[in-house]
Protein backbone atom coordinates (compact mmCIF):
# COMPACT_ATOMS: atom_id res chain seq x y z
CA UNK A 1 0.00 0.00 0.00
CA UNK A 2 1.78 3.15 -1.02
CA UNK A 3 -0.64 5.62 -0.35
CA UNK A 4 -3.13 5.71 2.99
CA UNK A 5 -6.42 5.12 2.51
CA UNK A 6 -8.47 8.35 3.30
CA UNK A 7 -8.83 8.98 7.50
CA UNK A 8 -12.66 8.41 8.92
CA UNK A 9 -13.83 10.30 12.18
CA UNK A 10 -15.74 7.85 14.17
CA UNK A 11 -19.04 8.88 16.25
CA UNK A 12 -20.75 5.97 18.38
CA UNK A 13 -23.97 6.04 20.48
CA UNK A 14 -23.50 4.06 22.98
CA UNK A 15 -27.12 3.72 24.35
CA UNK A 16 -30.36 5.21 22.90
CA UNK A 17 -31.44 8.35 23.90
CA UNK A 18 -27.90 9.63 24.44
CA UNK A 19 -25.89 11.05 21.63
CA UNK A 20 -23.11 10.50 19.58
CA UNK A 21 -19.57 11.06 20.94
CA UNK A 22 -16.30 11.43 18.95
CA UNK A 23 -14.48 8.50 19.78
CA UNK A 24 -11.41 8.21 17.29
CA UNK A 25 -11.01 7.52 13.71
CA UNK A 26 -9.99 4.94 10.77
CA UNK A 27 -8.83 4.31 7.65
CA UNK A 28 -11.00 3.24 4.67
CA UNK A 29 -11.36 3.47 1.27
CA UNK A 30 -15.31 4.50 0.96
CA UNK A 31 -18.23 4.89 3.54
CA UNK A 32 -19.75 1.26 3.69
CA UNK A 33 -15.88 0.20 5.00
CA UNK A 34 -15.47 2.94 7.21
CA UNK A 35 -18.19 1.82 9.24
CA UNK A 36 -17.13 -1.73 9.08
CA UNK A 37 -13.83 -0.82 10.45
CA UNK A 38 -15.30 1.70 13.12
CA UNK A 39 -17.51 -1.27 13.97
CA UNK A 40 -14.72 -3.20 14.25
CA UNK A 41 -12.17 -1.15 16.14
CA UNK A 42 -14.77 0.32 18.58
CA UNK A 43 -17.17 -1.76 19.41
CA UNK A 44 -15.72 -4.83 20.26
CA UNK A 45 -16.46 -4.20 23.79
CA UNK A 46 -20.34 -3.72 23.56
CA UNK A 47 -19.86 0.35 23.53
CA UNK A 48 -22.38 1.09 21.00
CA UNK A 49 -25.79 0.94 19.29
CA UNK A 50 -25.27 3.45 16.59
CA UNK A 51 -22.37 4.59 14.65
CA UNK A 52 -21.43 7.36 12.41
CA UNK A 53 -18.59 7.69 10.30
CA UNK A 54 -17.16 11.25 8.87
CA UNK A 55 -14.80 11.98 6.10
CA UNK A 56 -12.29 13.63 8.34
CA UNK A 57 -11.48 16.55 5.82
CA UNK A 58 -14.75 17.41 5.48
CA UNK A 59 -14.32 18.71 9.53
CA UNK A 60 -13.70 22.16 9.60
CA UNK A 61 -11.75 23.06 12.62
CA UNK A 62 -11.39 26.50 14.48
CA UNK A 63 -7.74 28.00 14.30
CA UNK A 64 -5.91 27.20 17.65
CA UNK A 65 -4.44 31.08 17.18
CA UNK A 66 -7.89 31.88 17.78
CA UNK A 67 -8.14 30.55 21.08
CA UNK A 68 -7.84 34.23 22.64
CA UNK A 69 -10.40 35.69 21.09
CA UNK A 70 -12.97 33.20 20.47
CA UNK A 71 -13.03 31.62 24.06
CA UNK A 72 -11.12 33.43 26.67
CA UNK A 73 -14.25 35.95 26.77
CA UNK A 74 -16.60 33.19 28.23
CA UNK A 75 -14.06 32.95 30.95
CA UNK A 76 -15.20 35.77 33.10
CA UNK A 77 -19.01 35.35 32.55
CA UNK A 78 -19.99 33.62 35.48
CA UNK A 79 -23.39 34.65 35.07
CA UNK A 80 -24.08 32.41 32.26
CA UNK A 81 -23.84 29.17 34.46
CA UNK A 82 -27.29 28.37 35.65
CA UNK A 83 -26.15 28.18 39.19
CA UNK A 84 -27.48 31.92 40.73
CA UNK A 85 -30.94 30.70 40.09
CA UNK A 86 -33.32 29.90 43.11
CA UNK A 87 -35.31 26.92 42.18
CA UNK A 88 -38.93 26.99 43.90
CA UNK A 89 -40.02 23.91 45.62
CA UNK A 90 -42.84 23.05 43.76
CA UNK A 91 -40.68 22.44 40.01
CA UNK A 92 -40.21 18.51 39.27
CA UNK A 93 -37.67 16.90 37.07
CA UNK A 94 -34.75 19.76 36.95
CA UNK B 1 -17.77 -40.24 21.91
CA UNK B 2 -21.11 -41.19 19.90
CA UNK B 3 -21.13 -41.45 16.47
CA UNK B 4 -23.57 -38.99 16.06
CA UNK B 5 -21.29 -36.30 17.60
CA UNK B 6 -19.31 -36.35 15.44
CA UNK B 7 -20.84 -33.58 12.59
CA UNK B 8 -20.24 -31.33 15.63
CA UNK B 9 -17.08 -32.16 15.82
CA UNK B 10 -16.02 -31.71 12.83
CA UNK B 11 -17.89 -28.34 13.11
CA UNK B 12 -15.70 -27.39 16.14
CA UNK B 13 -12.41 -28.52 14.83
CA UNK B 14 -13.11 -26.44 11.88
CA UNK B 15 -14.19 -23.62 14.30
CA UNK B 16 -10.89 -24.10 16.34
CA UNK B 17 -8.42 -24.79 13.47
CA UNK B 18 -9.56 -21.69 11.21
CA UNK B 19 -9.66 -19.33 14.31
CA UNK B 20 -5.77 -20.39 14.31
CA UNK B 21 -5.29 -19.73 11.73
CA UNK B 22 -7.27 -16.63 11.37
CA UNK B 23 -5.06 -15.53 14.51
CA UNK B 24 -1.76 -15.77 12.63
CA UNK B 25 -2.43 -12.16 10.93
CA UNK B 26 -2.28 -10.72 14.04
CA UNK B 27 0.51 -7.46 13.78
CA UNK B 28 0.28 -8.58 10.13
CA UNK B 29 -2.67 -7.77 8.45
CA UNK B 30 -2.98 -5.29 5.88
CA UNK B 31 -3.70 -2.58 7.70
CA UNK B 32 -4.27 -1.80 11.79
CA UNK B 33 -8.45 -2.21 10.93
CA UNK B 34 -8.14 -5.38 9.33
CA UNK B 35 -5.48 -7.05 11.88
CA UNK B 36 -8.66 -6.34 14.57
CA UNK B 37 -11.20 -7.15 12.40
CA UNK B 38 -9.58 -10.59 11.55
CA UNK B 39 -8.69 -11.09 15.27
CA UNK B 40 -12.19 -10.51 16.51
CA UNK B 41 -13.73 -13.16 13.72
CA UNK B 42 -10.87 -15.30 15.20
CA UNK B 43 -12.38 -14.57 18.60
CA UNK B 44 -15.93 -15.39 17.40
CA UNK B 45 -14.54 -18.73 15.83
CA UNK B 46 -12.66 -19.78 18.92
CA UNK B 47 -16.12 -19.45 21.08
CA UNK B 48 -17.98 -21.18 18.98
CA UNK B 49 -15.50 -23.83 18.71
CA UNK B 50 -15.48 -23.90 22.64
CA UNK B 51 -19.06 -24.47 23.05
CA UNK B 52 -18.98 -27.29 21.12
CA UNK B 53 -16.15 -28.86 22.36
CA UNK B 54 -17.50 -28.38 25.94
CA UNK B 55 -20.81 -29.98 24.50
CA UNK B 56 -18.68 -33.12 23.81
CA UNK B 57 -16.46 -33.55 26.21
CA UNK B 58 -13.88 -31.95 28.18
CA UNK B 59 -12.66 -28.68 26.12
CA UNK B 60 -8.90 -28.39 26.83
CA UNK B 61 -8.26 -32.01 26.20
CA UNK B 62 -9.96 -32.10 22.70
CA UNK B 63 -8.22 -29.30 22.31
CA UNK B 64 -4.74 -29.60 23.38
CA UNK B 65 -4.46 -33.44 23.70
CA UNK B 66 -5.46 -35.03 20.39
CA UNK B 67 -3.14 -35.42 17.35
CA UNK B 68 -3.74 -34.75 13.76
CA UNK B 69 -5.78 -37.50 12.94
CA UNK B 70 -7.90 -37.34 15.12
CA UNK B 71 -8.70 -34.00 14.31
CA UNK B 72 -12.23 -33.62 12.11
CA UNK B 73 -11.43 -30.42 10.73
CA UNK B 74 -11.97 -29.56 6.81
CA UNK B 75 -9.08 -29.77 5.22
CA UNK B 76 -10.08 -25.95 3.94
CA UNK B 77 -9.44 -24.96 7.49
CA UNK B 78 -5.75 -25.72 7.81
CA UNK B 79 -4.61 -24.33 4.71
CA UNK B 80 -2.06 -21.63 5.51
CA UNK B 81 -2.93 -18.05 4.84
CA UNK B 82 -1.49 -17.24 1.83
CA UNK B 83 -1.64 -14.07 0.79
CA UNK B 84 -4.40 -11.61 1.90
CA UNK B 85 -6.52 -12.87 -0.86
CA UNK B 86 -6.07 -16.68 -0.20
CA UNK B 87 -7.07 -15.77 3.35
CA UNK B 88 -10.33 -14.00 2.20
CA UNK B 89 -11.53 -16.83 0.01
CA UNK B 90 -11.07 -19.35 1.96
CA UNK B 91 -12.62 -17.07 4.74
CA UNK B 92 -15.27 -16.92 2.54
CA UNK B 93 -15.78 -20.65 1.59
CA UNK B 94 -15.86 -21.31 5.40
CA UNK B 95 -18.41 -18.49 6.22
CA UNK B 96 -20.66 -20.17 3.90
CA UNK B 97 -20.57 -23.38 5.45
CA UNK B 98 -21.03 -22.12 8.76
CA UNK B 99 -24.05 -20.19 7.58
CA UNK B 100 -25.61 -23.36 6.46
CA UNK B 101 -24.69 -25.34 9.98
CA UNK B 102 -25.51 -23.06 12.43
CA UNK B 103 -29.29 -21.84 10.67
CA UNK B 104 -29.71 -26.23 10.72
CA UNK B 105 -28.76 -26.39 14.24
CA UNK B 106 -31.16 -23.54 15.35
CA UNK B 107 -34.04 -25.33 13.27
CA UNK B 108 -32.77 -28.81 14.49
CA UNK B 109 -35.38 -30.11 17.44
CA UNK B 110 -33.00 -32.70 17.95
CA UNK B 111 -30.03 -31.17 19.11
CA UNK B 112 -29.67 -29.64 23.13
CA UNK B 113 -30.39 -26.80 24.33
CA UNK B 114 -26.21 -25.75 24.78
CA UNK B 115 -25.86 -26.60 21.78
CA UNK B 116 -28.64 -24.24 20.26
CA UNK B 117 -27.57 -21.73 22.39
CA UNK B 118 -24.11 -21.87 20.75
CA UNK B 119 -25.83 -21.97 17.13
CA UNK B 120 -27.86 -18.70 17.57
CA UNK B 121 -25.58 -17.03 19.00
CA UNK B 122 -23.18 -17.67 16.14
CA UNK B 123 -25.57 -17.13 13.16
CA UNK B 124 -25.17 -12.94 14.46
CA UNK B 125 -21.57 -13.70 14.60
CA UNK B 126 -21.20 -15.71 11.07
CA UNK B 127 -23.79 -12.73 9.68
CA UNK B 128 -20.98 -10.31 10.14
CA UNK B 129 -18.12 -12.64 9.17
CA UNK B 130 -20.11 -13.14 5.96
CA UNK B 131 -20.47 -9.92 5.01
CA UNK B 132 -16.62 -8.74 5.91
CA UNK B 133 -15.44 -12.08 3.78
CA UNK B 134 -17.81 -11.36 0.37
CA UNK B 135 -17.34 -7.36 0.60
CA UNK B 136 -13.53 -8.52 0.71
CA UNK B 137 -13.85 -10.47 -2.31
CA UNK B 138 -15.49 -8.47 -4.75
CA UNK B 139 -13.66 -5.36 -3.88
CA UNK B 140 -10.30 -7.66 -4.41
CA UNK B 141 -11.81 -9.52 -7.48
CA UNK B 142 -13.41 -5.99 -9.25
CA UNK B 143 -10.60 -4.29 -8.28
CA UNK B 144 -7.35 -3.78 -9.35
CA UNK B 145 -5.40 -5.81 -12.02
CA UNK B 146 -3.26 -6.93 -9.50
CA UNK B 147 -5.59 -7.67 -6.62
CA UNK B 148 -8.21 -9.54 -9.67
CA UNK B 149 -5.37 -11.82 -10.55
CA UNK B 150 -4.41 -12.77 -6.63
CA UNK B 151 -7.66 -13.52 -5.84
CA UNK B 152 -9.11 -15.58 -9.09
CA UNK B 153 -5.44 -17.39 -8.09
CA UNK B 154 -6.58 -17.76 -4.78
CA UNK B 155 -9.69 -19.26 -5.99
CA UNK B 156 -8.40 -21.43 -8.51
CA UNK B 157 -6.06 -22.67 -5.16
CA UNK B 158 -8.81 -23.30 -3.10
CA UNK B 159 -11.75 -24.49 -5.13
CA UNK B 160 -10.54 -28.29 -4.95
CA UNK B 161 -11.42 -28.12 -0.82
CA UNK B 162 -14.93 -27.06 -1.16
CA UNK B 163 -15.78 -30.91 -1.57
CA UNK B 164 -16.31 -31.52 2.16
CA UNK B 165 -18.21 -28.44 2.63
CA UNK B 166 -20.29 -27.46 -0.44
CA UNK B 167 -24.03 -27.92 -0.37
CA UNK B 168 -26.37 -26.62 -3.16
CA UNK B 169 -26.84 -23.82 -0.79
CA UNK B 170 -23.50 -23.03 -0.29
CA UNK B 171 -22.77 -23.16 -4.46
CA UNK B 172 -25.51 -20.63 -5.10
CA UNK B 173 -24.02 -17.82 -1.70
CA UNK B 174 -20.51 -18.27 -3.00
CA UNK B 175 -21.06 -18.32 -6.50
CA UNK B 176 -22.94 -15.41 -6.49
CA UNK B 177 -20.70 -13.90 -4.94
CA UNK B 178 -17.94 -14.52 -6.89
CA UNK B 179 -19.98 -13.07 -10.24
CA UNK B 180 -20.16 -10.09 -8.39
CA UNK B 181 -16.60 -9.88 -7.91
CA UNK B 182 -15.96 -10.64 -11.78
CA UNK B 183 -14.26 -13.75 -10.92
CA UNK B 184 -14.13 -16.92 -13.34
CA UNK B 185 -15.63 -19.85 -11.25
CA UNK B 186 -14.40 -23.54 -11.54
CA UNK B 187 -17.27 -25.73 -12.65
CA UNK B 188 -19.21 -27.41 -9.41
CA UNK B 189 -18.10 -31.25 -11.20
CA UNK B 190 -14.28 -30.07 -10.87
CA UNK B 191 -12.03 -32.27 -9.03
CA UNK B 192 -11.89 -32.07 -5.08
CA UNK B 193 -9.80 -33.14 -2.76
CA UNK B 194 -11.09 -36.32 0.05
CA UNK B 195 -12.51 -36.26 2.59
CA UNK B 196 -10.52 -34.95 5.84
CA UNK B 197 -13.33 -37.34 7.50
CA UNK B 198 -11.69 -40.52 7.70
CA UNK B 199 -8.22 -38.44 9.69
CA UNK B 200 -6.44 -37.56 6.54
CA UNK B 201 -5.18 -34.16 6.63
CA UNK B 202 -2.34 -31.98 4.47
CA UNK B 203 1.40 -32.20 6.19
CA UNK B 204 -0.18 -28.58 7.38
CA UNK B 205 -2.04 -29.48 10.48
CA UNK B 206 0.79 -31.26 12.04
CA UNK B 207 2.97 -27.59 12.34
CA UNK B 208 -0.69 -25.62 13.40
CA UNK B 209 -1.23 -28.15 16.00
CA UNK B 210 2.30 -28.25 17.21
CA UNK B 211 2.13 -24.38 17.79
CA UNK B 212 -1.18 -24.33 19.05
CA UNK B 213 -0.85 -27.51 21.35
CA UNK B 214 2.84 -26.65 22.60
CA UNK B 215 2.23 -24.84 25.60
CA UNK B 216 -1.07 -27.25 27.18
CA UNK B 217 1.31 -30.29 26.40
CA UNK B 218 4.44 -28.84 28.20
CA UNK B 219 2.67 -27.89 31.11
CA UNK B 220 -0.48 -29.64 31.21
CA UNK B 221 -3.36 -28.13 33.80
CA UNK B 222 -1.47 -25.34 34.09
CA UNK B 223 -3.73 -22.18 34.46
CA UNK B 224 -3.29 -18.22 34.73
Redesign the interface.
Known amino acids: ?TDN?PLWEVFLRSRNGLHHQHVGS????DA??AV??A???YT?RGEGVSIWVVPSAAIVASDPSDKDELFEPALDKVYRHPTFYEIPDGVANI | MSPTSEPLLTYADGALVLSHRLSEWMSNAPTMEEDIALGNIALDLLGQARGLLQHLGDEDELAYFRDAQEFRNPLLCELPNGDFAHTIVRQLFADAWFAEIWSALAADADVTDDVRGVAEKAIKENAYHWRHSSAWVVRLGDGTEESHRRTQDALDALWPYRGEIASPAWYSRVETVLAEATLTTPPRDAWTQRSSADGWHSEHLGYLLAEMQSLARAHPGATW
Open positions: MWVHAVEMANRDVR
